[in-house]
């Protein structure tokens, strides 16, 4: 047997497993199941960087030590491959976005491969697979066909409330609704046409068409989520946004936002990212009530959480976007709110929340007039004020709420105190005061002026307590060419779904992937984008679903992912139940992770599915970091600095291409060969050596610092990237990636193959009972790495195999009782070396096969103790002695010590003290 040939064995055993489909998983009764799951990639045309699969590498390593555990694993991989990127490039090159994604899935699909995962490649899924998306278009459709019950708590069928509707009309009805949803009869509906039925069952249905303030971008012909807008511009490529109302397809998540925000709690989550959710779902318990416009037959709806400061109003204010803006703008305000309106309305609600220094707004000319005083109350508009929160106006309390107090200062609007306090420091929230200058709740306290308050509320008819939430009803569609298709048809301007025996409703084709000259959505273009049925031939909608629906349930279809006649099927579905372990990036946490919650609710409402979470245990990853090279060019010229002498030197600093740098050193000969404008370029060297300068910063590829983890395998083999991935430090830290560190993991892959050969190559490994110190090394590493892969703390893992290697090599132990359960203990680590050397120890099974071997606490277990001897103070000898011994059995066996005897000479001493297990100190 020669060297470690890395290259060689991993490709042997990735061949071999995929052969075997040694990784596919289906269901065992008898086995407890694990699942494990990626948040599945975007597949983009770069492909990836050694950053990316450093959450697939953890989680591959948990999943190949549950399987040791005894556990039936599910451990699958997909894509996530609808997106804008593709149509972007589709707009740009004519090339359909299906050809872009399947290149670059077959990119990515090599790369994870040549990685060595534990993937179940049976189960692929692809979102944009016409066979996958046929059961995201079936879940749209049970949302349709489904309200929610209040009274029950879940979601039911719609024709379960129809049937009530049929009864005793809507009155008695207590279900998640449209708020403006008239009140009627059984008579009423009887008497409906089936149009009427239908518009009234739109504002009861868990996915609908209404009216939508949304984020609008001309220029890429769509709309954009919130978080896709920066500054009032897309994101991506930078182009102007604007805050306008159009017809959507909205989702009733707010429906369940008290069972998404208490399901937390049982969650093991990260902390941060669980109060993400609960922020954004934003719970509040306060009144709603109405202000009347004076001199105009219209109400200012408001909901507040501070309705015991209602006497300290001294104006409204609304939201640029709100629909009663236009009618409240008096003539002698019409130039300056106007103006005022365009300029605030397109930037994001995101930049608005954070941006608390810029004060701005314009008054509308008219008043309202507060029902608990009737003092008249002008009406402004403010961009502090969202439209996607409350009702989008807000009665405002200068004296009590530091930015009504900061607008009022602006503006010089009256500031009045309600509650008692000092205000000479400027507003406060007085929560634990007493209401003043309130008329007939003043004296109270907080509680009991807010009951008295909505108790007046309701009394009169002008409002009611009530439980309001900040999140909004999420916007389903999106106007691009590259998504799910709605499976829905229009007629008479009404929506109908399609027949469920013609899903999969698939992607037309169309000539270009632009909006329509007329503004319509791409599908537009398609020749005959319609659907027949007995009654005729209608239209179909045009807006296709947004990047999170198919990405909302692909777990699910993991554990099933062939079913032809279900999502998922029952068996299945309870076999595998929530995901045990989810892996992926922070940056999700109040879009797919909160999407998924709520989509996974409705299904096990529904009964198709019997868990209620879909994650219960998840952890985020850090970021890898990219670590920059710099170079020196002296000013006006094309001669370089060596980064030691730049301080001689006028010089700017340079990005170069990490992969031509080596320990910091640049090779000159490729710097020259890397542009055309460097081939003449000079040097002034350091010791006839050109040392760059370096930096932490994200991996991208203006800064030259990406790191393909295919060029770290082909030089040191993906046994070598995995275990330095790992190496780095914590899993959940952001921590740099330096390749200079690499070598010494790929010399302790060397030093493990050497251990079980001699000096000249050959196998060399020993049936003989091993020593007891390599025993103890051998325990001591499977206790730490059992332990660190329970709490997920790989890289220290890591330390252990490296010490343990070196141990063991000190003692020249290659003995098979040591080195075999090692290999069982590494493999989850550096599976590749690990199943080679398996099979070389004469083993036919896969090490998958394995069962972890336990450690053994007689081996753990320290019986003796090299103490230190010091005389007067200096430490002058060691001595190996049992700590079974008393002090006395100590003392004598250190007197009696050869090398003791030395430093004594005979001498008697005056003391002797003993720590036992811890050191002998005698003193002359």
């Given at each position: 047997?020669?060297?470690?040939?890395?290259?060689?064995?991993?490709?042997?055993?990735?061949?071999?497993?995929?052969?075997?489909?040694?990784?596919?998983?289906?269901?065992?009764?008898?086995?407890?199941?694990?699942?494990?799951?990626?948040?599945?990639?975007?597949?983009?045309?770069?492909?990836?960087?050694?950053?990316?699969?450093?959450?697939?590498?953890?989680?591959?390593?948990?999943?190949?030590?549950?399987?040791?555990?005894?556990?039936?694993?599910?451990?699958?991989?997909?894509?996530?491959?609808?997106?804008?990127?593709?149509?972007?490039?589709?707009?740009?090159?004519?090339?359909?976005?299906?050809?872009?994604?399947?290149?670059?899935?077959?990119?990515?699909?090599?790369?994870?491969?040549?990685?060595?995962?534990?993937?179940?490649?049976?189960?692929?899924?692809?979102?944009?697979?016409?066979?996958?998306?046929?059961?995201?278009?079936?879940?749209?459709?049970?949302?349709?066909?489904?309200?929610?019950?209040?009274?029950?708590?879940?979601?039911?069928?719609?024709?379960?409330?129809?049937?009530?509707?049929?009864?005793?009309?809507?009155?008695?009805?207590?279900?998640?609704?449209?708020?403006?949803?008239?009140i009627f009869g059984a008579e009423d509906w009887a008497k409906y046409s089936t149009e009427e039925k239908q518009k009234v069952l739109l504002r009861y249905r868990l996915t609908y068409l209404a009216e939508t303030t949304v984020n609008w971008c001309a220029a890429l012909g769509t709309v954009l989520s919130n978080d896709e807008v920066k500054d009032g511009f897309s994101e991506r490529g930078g182009h102007p946004v604007e805050r306008k109302r159009m017809m959507q397809w909205s989702m009733r998540i707010t429906a369940y936002a008290e069972r998404l925000l208490n399901g937390l709690?049982?969650?093991?989550?990260?902390?941060?990212?669980?109060?993400?959710?609960?922020?954004?779902?934003?719970?509040?318990?306060?009144?709603?009530?109405?202000?009347?416009?004076?001199?105009?037959?219209?109400?200012?709806?408001?909901?507040?959480?501070?309705?015991?400061?209602?006497?300290?109003?001294?104006?409204?204010?609304?939201?640029?976007?709100?629909?009663?803006?236009?009618?409240?703008?008096?003539?002698?305000?019409?130039?300056?709110?106007?103006?005022?309106?365009?300029?605030?309305?397109?930037?994001?609600?995101?930049?608005?929340?954070?941006?608390?220094?810029?004060?701005?707004?314009?008054?509308?000319?008219?008043?309202?007039?507060?029902?608990?005083?009737?003092?008249?109350?002008?009406?402004?508009?403010?961009?502090?004020?969202?439209?996607?929160?409350?009702?989008?106006?807000?009665?405002?309390?200068?004296?009590?709420?530091?930015?009504?107090?900061?607008?009022?200062?602006?503006?010089?609007?009256?500031?009045?105190?309600?509650?008692?306090?000092?205000?000479?420091?400027?507003?406060?929230?007085?929560?634990?005061?007493?209401?003043?200058?309130?008329?007939?709740?003043?004296?109270?306290?907080?509680?009991?002026?807010?009951?008295?308050?909505?108790?007046?509320?309701?009394?009169?008819?002008?409002?009611?307590?009530?439980?309001?939430?900040?999140?909004?009803?999420?916007?389903?569609?999106?106007?691009?060419?590259?998504?799910?298709?709605?499976?829905?048809?229009?007629?008479?301007?009404?929506?109908?779904?399609?027949?469920?025996?013609?899903?999969?409703?698939?992607?037309?084709?169309?000539?270009?992937?632009?909006?329509?000259?007329?503004?319509?959505?791409?599908?537009?273009?398609?020749?005959?984008?319609?659907?027949?049925?007995?009654?005729?031939?209608?239209?179909?909608?045009?807006?296709?679903?947004?990047?999170?629906?198919?990405?909302?349930?692909?777990?699910?279809?993991?554990?099933?992912?062939?079913?032809?006649?279900?999502?998922?099927?029952?068996?299945?579905?309870?076999?595998?139940?929530?995901?045990?372990?989810?892996?992926?990036?922070?940056?999700?946490?109040?879009?797919?992770?909160?999407?998924?919650?709520?989509?996974?609710?409705?299904?096990?409402?529904?009964?198709?599915?019997?868990?209620?979470?879909?994650?219960?245990?998840?952890?985020?990853?850090?970021?890898?970091?990219?670590?920059?090279?710099?170079?020196?060019?002296?000013?006006?010229?094309?001669?370089?600095?060596?980064?030691?002498?730049?301080?001689?030197?006028?010089?700017?600093?340079?990005?170069?291409?990490?992969?031509?740098?080596?320990?910091?050193?640049?090779?000159?000969?490729?710097?020259?060969?890397?542009?055309?404008?460097?081939?003449?370029?000079?040097?002034?060297?350091?010791?006839?050596?050109?040392?760059?300068?370096?930096?932490?910063?994200?991996?991208?590829?203006?800064?030259?610092?990406?790191?393909?983890?295919?060029?770290?395998?082909?030089?040191?083999?993906?046994?070598?990237?995995?275990?330095?991935?790992?190496?780095?430090?914590?899993?959940?830290?952001?921590?740099?990636?330096?390749?200079?560190?690499?070598?010494?993991?790929?010399?302790?892959?060397?030093?493990?193959?050497?251990?079980?050969?001699?000096?000249?190559?050959?196998?060399?490994?020993?049936?003989?009972?091993?020593?007891?110190?390599?025993?103890?090394?051998?325990?001591?590493?499977?206790?730490?790495?059992?332990?660190?892969?329970?709490?997920?703390?790989?890289?220290?893992?890591?330390?252990?195999?490296?010490?343990?290697?070196?141990?063991?090599?000190?003692?020249?132990?290659?003995?098979?009782?040591?080195?075999?359960?090692?290999?069982?203990?590494?493999?989850?680590?550096?599976?590749?070396?690990?199943?080679?050397?398996?099979?070389?120890?004469?083993?036919?099974?896969?090490?998958?096969?394995?069962?972890?071997?336990?450690?053994?606490?007689?081996?753990?277990?320290?019986?003796?103790?090299?103490?230190?001897?010091?005389?007067?103070?200096?430490?002058?000898?060691?001595?190996?002695?049992?700590?079974?011994?008393?002090?006395?059995?100590?003392?004598?066996?250190?007197?009696?010590?050869?090398?003791?005897?030395?430093?004594?000479?005979?001498?008697?001493?005056?003391?002797?003290?003993?720590?036992?297990?811890?050191?002998?100190?005698?003193?002359?």
């Amino acid at each position: 047997m020669s060297d470690y040939n890395f290259r060689a064995i991993e490709k042997k055993w990735q061949d071999r497993w995929e052969q075997t489909g040694i990784f596919n998983a289906s269901p065992e009764t008898n086995k407890p199941k694990f699942y494990s799951l990626d948040m599945f990639p975007y597949p983009s045309g770069a492909g990836l960087h050694v950053g990316h699969p450093l959450g697939y590498i953890a989680s591959d390593i948990v999943t190949r030590y549950k399987r040791l555990k005894g556990f039936n694993v599910l451990h699958p991989m997909g894509y996530d491959s609808f997106g804008l990127p593709a149509e972007q490039y589709a707009i740009q090159t004519g090339q359909h976005p299906a050809i872009t994604t399947e290149e670059n899935i077959k990119r990515y699909t090599e790369q994870l491969k040549n990685i060595g995962f534990a993937f179940d490649w049976s189960k692929e899924v692809r979102t944009s697979d016409p066979e996958y998306y046929r059961w995201t278009q079936w879940i749209f459709m049970q949302l349709f066909d489904s309200y929610y019950d209040l009274e029950a708590d879940k979601a039911m069928p719609i024709s379960h409330l129809v049937s009530v509707f049929e009864k005793e009309g809507n009155k008695g009805v207590k279900a998640a609704s449209d708020e403006d949803t008239q009140i009627f009869g059984a008579e009423d509906w009887a008497k409906y046409s089936t149009e009427e039925k239908q518009k009234v069952l739109l504002r009861y249905r868990l996915t609908y068409l209404a009216e939508t303030t949304v984020n609008w971008c001309a220029a890429l012909g769509t709309v954009l989520s919130n978080d896709e807008v920066k500054d009032g511009f897309s994101e991506r490529g930078g182009h102007p946004v604007e805050r306008k109302r159009m017809m959507q397809w909205s989702m009733r998540i707010t429906a369940y936002a008290e069972r998404l925000l208490n399901g937390l709690e049982n969650l093991d989550w990260p902390d941060p990212v669980k109060e993400m959710q609960r922020n954004w779902i934003g719970r509040s318990l306060g009144a709603e009530m109405v202000f009347d416009v004076e001199g105009l037959n219209e109400k200012i709806k408001v909901f507040t959480t501070r309705i015991d400061t209602i006497y300290g109003v001294t104006y409204l204010a609304l939201a640029p976007e709100h629909e009663l803006v236009g009618k409240l703008i008096t003539e002698d305000q019409k130039e300056n709110a106007l103006s005022y309106v365009a300029q605030a309305k397109n930037r994001s609600e995101r930049d608005r929340m954070a941006d608390v220094k810029t004060i701005s707004g314009a008054f509308t000319g008219s008043y309202a007039k507060n029902p608990f005083n009737g003092e008249s109350i002008p009406i402004w508009i403010a961009d502090y004020v969202l439209a996607g929160y409350g009702t989008g106006a807000v009665m405002a309390v200068p004296s009590h709420d530091e930015r009504d107090y900061n607008f009022a200062n602006h503006f010089g609007l009256e500031k009045r105190q309600v509650i008692e306090g000092d205000m000479s420091e400027g507003s406060f929230p007085g929560k634990g005061g007493t209401i003043m200058n309130s008329g007939f709740i003043s004296g109270l306290k907080m509680q009991d002026a807010m009951d008295k308050a909505i108790a007046f509320l309701e009394e009169n008819e002008i409002g009611k307590g009530k439980i309001q939430y900040k999140m909004r009803d999420a916007i389903f569609t999106r106007q691009r060419y590259w998504g799910e298709p709605l499976p829905v048809y229009f007629k008479n301007d009404l929506p109908y779904l399609v027949k469920e025996s013609d899903l999969p409703l698939p992607l037309p084709e169309v000539d270009k992937y632009l909006p329509t000259e007329d503004g319509a959505p791409p599908l537009g273009r398609a020749k005959d984008w319609t659907y027949k049925t007995s009654e005729g031939t209608f239209p179909l909608e045009m807006s296709t679903m947004p990047g999170w629906a198919g990405s909302s349930w692909y777990f699910f279809r993991y554990m099933d992912a062939q079913n032809k006649e279900e999502f998922v099927s029952k068996a299945a579905a309870d076999y595998w139940g929530s995901v045990d372990l989810y892996i992926g990036g922070a940056e999700h946490a109040t879009g797919h992770l909160l999407y998924s919650r709520f989509w996974t609710k409705f299904l096990y409402d529904r009964g198709f599915v019997s868990i209620e979470e879909p994650f219960q245990k998840m952890i985020n990853q850090g970021m890898i970091q990219g670590r920059s090279n710099f170079v020196y060019r002296k000013k006006g010229t094309n001669t370089f600095v060596s980064h030691g002498l730049i301080g001689d030197h006028e010089v700017s600093p340079m990005h170069v291409d990490v992969n031509i740098v080596y320990n910091d050193q640049l090779d000159i000969e490729a710097f020259r060969n890397w542009r055309p404008d460097l081939k003449d370029a000079e040097f002034i060297l350091e010791d006839g050596k050109y040392n760059c300068g370096a930096e932490v910063e994200k991996m991208s590829k203006s800064k030259y610092n990406v790191v393909n983890p295919d060029d770290v395998i082909e030089s040191y083999g993906a046994d070598t990237l995995r275990l330095y991935e790992m190496f780095l430090g914590p899993l959940e830290q952001f921590k740099p990636w330096n390749t200079n560190g690499i070598d010494g993991v790929f010399k302790f892959l060397k030093k493990l193959w050497r251990l079980f050969h001699d000096q000249n190559g050959k196998w060399n490994v020993s049936d003989k009972p091993a020593s007891k110190e390599a025993l103890k090394s051998l325990h001591k590493t499977m206790k730490k790495v059992e332990e660190d892969i329970e709490r997920h703390a790989f890289n220290t893992s890591v330390s252990s195999f490296m010490i343990c290697v070196n141990e063991l090599s000190s003692l020249k132990c290659n003995n098979k009782e040591v080195l075999e359960p090692l290999l069982i203990v590494l493999s989850p680590y550096a599976p590749h070396i690990s199943e080679e050397l398996w099979e070389l120890l004469g083993h036919e099974e896969s090490i998958i096969h394995a069962q972890f071997p336990l450690a053994e606490e007689k081996y753990l277990t320290e019986d003796s103790h090299q103490y230190p001897v010091s005389i007067n103070g200096k430490m002058r000898a060691k001595i190996e002695l049992s700590l079974s011994l008393s002090k006395q059995e100590i003392e004598e066996a250190a007197l009696k010590d050869e090398q003791i005897q030395k430093w004594t000479k005979g001498q008697q001493p005056k003391k002797v003290i003993v720590v036992p297990g811890k050191i002998v100190n005698i003193v002359l």
